[in-house]
């Protein structure tokens, strides 16, 4: 016996929850949000104070905060298609937001569930296209959804709701809870369409920052030097990209009259003082970086709020105990950094994804867990959680024993990340990459550029230079190409990649060999 196993048998005999919590199948709750960068919860540590999310970093500190949660194609249906699926998109077969649909005869992770007597249910974005299937209850937003007074679907049936969509998704959410059959286990998956773009907050937190100024991030007028044309030629910047609904210059169509007053006593004065003032270049960059955090993080307001009404109502049932609940994101976001917001890229900032877990008598309280890990992960670990078998095929892993603080000692140490949509929106070419901890080797393909970049984020961690081609990085190219070559094997990555994959219209023209 290893003195892990005494250890653990101790922790065991001194903690009799742990091993009731595993005979009885657990509920799930997943909290699931939209372009949720980790930089703004202030669990991860933010150094720029951008905003308290108490609630989230209730989860973290009740459970696990996971540090390098990253996302196989960070764009918002990919991720959904990988999350039920446990597969990446090639396997799924939903690559892009354009002309992807979700194929629903395929086994996902609720369809499993709800057939081991789960009772299951989606409320909010699904994004996914086709109808949710292996769910005993579903009312999502139809596409991107509205932020105020949204029409959803409610199993088949359409209505429209009076108010501001995450509110509704978390209410929606707790009237589910309330109605189930509590001699049942659950799986429900709140999904908010917020903080996504136009980031338009909650009326009642439109003066939640009082006129702050922010801190800006050091790369907010990033020059693109040292890096490939693919960097330089994107169309997501705050200077270029940035729209007038974007700056709340012009007002949103969904509001009612009386939202609308609201909405203009609050905004109108501010952009006749911005029209006055009439800003350009740098300045005008720095009106509209203050604009979109104030935005953004007013929407993350209502979504840490959602998080604990749904924590209140498990402590207030007695449901807490035996609930694994998750927050999480469907992949990270740019604020400001690199003078961009979206995501896309195999970047830091779009490539990792916030995810806190709990689940008392199995997760230590407060711990952090630092491993690569993925939303991939999610399917296989649910179905671990309720002890029902996954099925082959699945390309993630349990995150069952990390989330018992025992990570196996062949977790993997590489990962296989591919964005395909291409060019519209945003102009972000097509590239896969081998992800480690401190490295990315980057291949970007597209007719008109073809060329690797090499990151290394222990010298550079704002990934600010590709060292493709610094000699002393020669042997560790060679060995993630490697790796590459053995992922992409491994995760059956077909080649060439099918020319739908990038949602255009027109073939996109090059040899695709990959
Ligand atoms: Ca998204």
Redo the contacts with the bound molecule.
């Keep these: 016996m290893t003195l892990r196993t005494v250890f653990f048998v101790m922790l065991g005999l001194l903690m009799p929850s742990l091993a009731q919590a595993e005979t009885k199948q657990p509920n799930i709750v997943f909290i699931f949000s ?2 949720h960068a980790y930089q703004a919860i202030s669990a991860y540590g933010d150094s720029k104070k951008l905003i308290e999310t108490p609630n989230i970093d209730r989860i973290a500190k009740e459970g696990m905060r996971f540090d390098r949660c990253v996302v196989p194609n ?3 249906g990919p ?1 959904r298609a990988t999350i039920l699926t446990g597969k990446y998109s090639h396997a799924n077969g939903f690559f892009n937001n354009n002309n992807s649909r979700f194929d629903s005869t395929q086994v996902t992770f609720p369809k499993l569930m709800q057939a081991a007597g789960y009772q299951t249910a989606v409320i909010g974005k699904w994004h996914l296209v086709s109808e949710p299937v292996g769910f005993d209850y579903w009312q999502i937003l139809p596409g991107q959804g509205a932020y105020y007074n949204p029409p959803m679907n409610d199993n088949g049936k359409q209505v429209k709701h009076e108010g501001y969509v995450t509110d509704i998704i978390s209410d929606l959410s707790i009237d589910w809870l309330k109605k189930r059959d509590k001699k049942k286990p659950f799986v429900l998956m709140s999904q908010h369409k917020a903080p ?1 773009r136009e980031w338009s907050p909650a009326l009642r937190h439109l003066g939640h920052d009082k006129d702050r100024v922010y801190p800006e991030p050091e790369t907010l007028f990033d020059d693109y030097k040292n890096r490939g044309l693919a960097v330089r030629d994107q169309d997501m910047t705050l200077e270029k990209t940035f729209s007038q609904l974007d700056a709340k210059l012009t007002v949103p169509g969904s509001l009612n009259a009386e939202q609308r007053k609201v909405w203009n006593e609050y905004y109108e004065p501010r952009n006749e003082a911005f029209r006055k003032a009439n800003p350009t270049g740098k300045d005008l960059i720095r009106w509209r970086y203050n604009r979109y955090m104030h935005d953004y993080l007013g929407c993350i307001k209502a979504v840490d709020e959602a998080v604990g009404k749904l924590l209140k109502y498990l402590d207030d049932e007695g449901l807490a105990e035996n609930t694994l609940v998750i927050y999480s ?3 990270g ?1 740019y604020l400001g950094e690199h003078g961009w917001f979206d ?1 896309r890229w195999v970047f830091e900032e779009s490539l990792r994804t916030p995810m806190v877990a709990r689940w008392p008598g199995v997760t230590k309280p407060g711990s952090v867990n630092g491993d690569i890990t993925s939303i991939v992960d999610f399917a296989q670990t649910f179905l671990d959680a309720a002890n029902i078998p996954a099925p082959e095929g699945m390309q993630g892993r349990s995150l069952m024993p990390l989330l018992k603080g025992q990570t196996p000692s062949d977790w993997r140490k590489s990962f296989y990340y591919h964005y395909y949509e291409y060019p519209q929106p945003h102009h972000v070419r097509p590239h896969y990459a081998v992800v480690t901890n401190r490295h990315k080797l980057i291949h970007f393909y597209t007719p008109d550029v073809d060329y690797w970049e090499l990151y290394d984020r222990e010298k550079d961690p704002q990934e600010l230079r590709n060292a493709f081609d610094d000699p002393e990085n020669a042997a560790v190219v060679v060995e993630l190409k490697k790796e590459l070559t053995r992922l992409q094997k491994e995760l059956k990555v077909p080649n060439p990649i099918p020319e739908e994959a990038y949602g255009r219209s027109a073939p996109m023209n090059q040899g695709k060999k990959k």
């Design positions: 939209d372009d960070s764009i918002c991720s996504h994101a469907d992949q976001f995501k």
